[in-house]
């Protein structure tokens, strides 16, 4: 590479490589070993690994690669650990003083002096989450080799002597390989620069998400992919006191970094910002001697904790976004007729990476004091607030608790559970309760993931009033809340001084615990996300699972609606052994019962006991429908809750048997174009034979058209009018009032007479609202009346009427709507007593339609209950 890459930056570009560096010819150059030089191609999965390697072989006593995960489709994730040969043959003895150097409890002022005195500053490169944003893996491996490569460049030397750098090269190799193969395809003779030609042009679902089509750069506290656990697994191993997140935005644009745009999150440091202020400055710098140009503070915020950003700054480190503007391929024709390359995003991330470490290898001393304090000033925080500690209480549904618990270890929180009872004023909790105490280091993520609101900054918000008047587009870049304990429905109590026993929590390890009791009749499991799940894994393992629709009293214990019931009788002997394996795994109590008389409620042996279906769910995949909807749908079915499905693109709707398939879920997405009224027909006459169908969000809306007509209902536009089409608008159906001949004309008020004359209401920013649920439903099996749903989106369904179904789910009155984030108050009054979850029974089947998504990123646990309700219990009823 020492010809390629100096040529390169060299011609293209003033260089930000001094011109006295020279390349060390025995570490060796992309071209050397994939066969394909700097920018000339878009480097593959496979072909970064292998380039990886290739370094680590080249350079043992200075380079290290470590595979970190695995993708969906098997594809490895690595990191390259570049480190001076004094401190990679200790590696694990300096990784243990970086961890000490993160927890500062019981560090004598003496080690703690001695760690910022020894320890390197870790800056850690994570590129490549959206598999379609090309250029900054290519520009991680250019920036391996001259870490490795450069001789007689003092900045090399710098960084080399005062950090340890982690390159992760690639955070989405399976999105990357799709884009690949597209763009590939889309390819003749010669790279078109064309915007609209097939190359630039993914189709659905693109390669930004991951193979179930989540967007990774919202998953950091979620975890829900794999590729995110393993990294939220490397970032605890190191603590890295710098996170750079290299992504691209549209060909047009030029270059962002950091200060981030507002708004903050608020539980950023003044110290951190300062970070950002002197990071960006440094690369500004080099931007400026290149003559390149870019932007900051505009776009990209830090608020949500779920960004490759926020999650690592939520813990001390320096977190920072980079985007460049992607050629989405090699070259592509800007608006002002001049060409971006490939190569020049690679040539920017190079430079502002390289400009990163530098900086952090200059600053270093200072780096590590400010991560230690603020570590040190979160555990103070905490031990001065009013609530000194959350209390997460178990409800009926302790697989929730669990999930809860193991998804907040997972992030490097320290949790502690009671080993009796707990109290704090009048207050009092069982056995069992998990404690977030916030004074740990990790203390700002816990205020970020169970304070029940996250503030944003007033000035922001009277700006976005301001401009929503004006009908300008908030510049909210994502949600507003995502509240753990409530989108879990669990009860979360913050308190000051506790009193009671506690020690620190260790998860639970499945088949632990003692085997099921045996049974004379049947074992009893009450209705939950642990159920559910247990449920669909008995029913596939041939177990006879049978649902109570209303609740019941046994044996002096109530069990309340939903219930599952495994009856002794109609099950093998092996039962027994069988559920309790499967109970177990799931975290899910299975009470045995001797006896079927009930002392109140429906008996065991009633009508009203339905038989489980083993569901055949098809699920509409491809254009027209949004591919998360769809990702989320299918990987909360399949991977959180084991249940099967049948991926269907939605084109081939109308020549599929759907007499072959018991359910059928219509991802978010407007339909319009792609269902003609053919297809609409054989779809009601389905449901109307039998068939479930399930909605989410726009397809709900879908759904009420006039000319499909499947949910007896409308959206509203802003003043509370049904949204028809102008089309079908009843003809003198609109007419002015008439007016008083006598009255004086009135003045002109232009305020009034620019109001649109019909307009759909604004989005609410990705909020928590409240929703009430009929509890005689079957639908809203396993909850206890009340779960909160994140709604993003402007739609406003007017609820059913009795004759045509059921409002499962209704928004809580205007006081009580908001459970956290940012609803604006015109949309409160709007979406009060408004629907979220309707049943419409129609013919021998349903159709049941959510408001909004109820899988939204995969997290939303309590909703997500909802939907497998929906999709397991609609054939049972
Ligand atoms: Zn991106």
Known sequence: MLATLTLTLALAVPSPVSSETRYDPRIPTLKEVVGHGLGEEITSPDHIGAYLKALAAAAPDRARVVEYARSEEGRPLHVLVLGSPER?????????????????????????????????AVVWLVNGVHGNEIS????????????????????????????????????????????????RLGRGASPDPEPASAEHDEGWPGGRSNHYLFDMNRDWFAQTQPETRGRLRLFLDWYPHVAVDLHEMGGDST??????????????????????????????????????????????DAFYPGYGETWPLTHGTIGMTFEQASARGLVFRREDDTELTFLDGIHNHFRASLATVETAAAGREKL????????????????????????LVPGADAARLARLADLLVGQGIELRVAAGKLEAGARTFPAGSIVVPLAQPAGRLVRNLLDPRISMDESFLKEQERRRKKRLPDEIYDVTAWNLPLVFDLECV??????????????????????????????LLPWGSGTTAAAVEAVEAGLKVRVAEAGSKLGGRAFPAGTAIVRVAENPETARETLGRIARRHHVEAVAVDSGYVEEGVSLGSGRVR??????????????????????????????????????????????????????????????????????????????AGGTLVALGEASRWLTREKVSLLATTTELRDGRP?????????????????????????????KAIQPERERPDAVPGALLRVVLDPEHWLSAGTDGEVHAIVESRRVFTPLKLDEGTNVGVYAKKDEVVGSGLVWDDARERLAQKAFLMHQPTGEGH?????????????????????LNAVLLGPAY
Do not use: C
């Open 494 to 523: 913050g308190t000051g001084v506790l009193a009671g026993e506690t020690r620190p929590f260790v998860p639970v390890a499945a088949g632990g615990e003692p085997p099921l009791a045996p049974a004379k009749v049947a074992w």
């Open 611 to 688: 038989l489980l279906k083993k569901p055949r769910v098809l699920l509409a995949w491809d254009r027209p429908t949004s591919s998360l909807s769809a990702g989320w749908a299918r990987w909360v079915l399949e991977r959180r809750y084991g249940q099967a499905v049948t991926a269907v693109r939605v084109s081939s709707l109308g020549r599929v048997d759907l007499a072959r398939y018991d359910v059928l879920v219509l991802p978010s997405g407007d339909y319009n174009e792609a269902l003609g009224r053919g297809a609409v027909k054989r779809l009601r006459d389905w449901v109307e």
């Open 88 to 120: 990679l043959a200790r590696l694990e003895e300096v990784m243990k003083g970086l961890r000490a150097l993160a927890d500062p409890r019981g560090l004598s002022p003496a080690d703690a002096d001695r760690l910022v005195r020894e320890m390197p």
């Open 723 to 751: 949204e028809t089409e102008p089309s079908e608008e009843k003809e003198g159906a609109e007419k002015p009032p008439a007016k008083d001949k006598d009255a004086k004309p009135e003045p002109f008020d232009l305020e």
């Open 368 to 391: 590590l004091r400010d991560f230690l304090e603020f570590r040190r000033s979160a555990v103070a925080e905490g031990e001065s607030g009013a609530v000194r500690q959350y209390v």
């Open 847 to 867: 159709v049941i339609a959510f408001a909004e998504d109820p899988n939204h990123r995969g997290y939303a646990e309590a909703t997500e209950l909802l939907f």
């Open 136 to 183: 900054s893996p290519d520009a991680a491996l250019a920036l391996a080799h001259h870490l490795l490569a450069a001789q007689g460049d003092a900045g090399a030397d710098l960084v080399r002597r005062e950090t340890i750098v982690l390159i992760d090269p690639l955070q989405n190799p399976d999105g990357r390989a799709r884009f690949l193969a597209t763009n």
């Open 255 to 300: 270059y962002f970094f950091a200060p981030p745009a507002k708004p903050l999150n608020p539980h950023i440091t003044r110290a951190q910002q300062e970070w950002h202020e002197s990071f960006g400055r440094a690369i500004a710098s080099r931007f400026d001697i290149a003559g390149e140009p870019y932007f900051v503070r505009e776009v990209f």
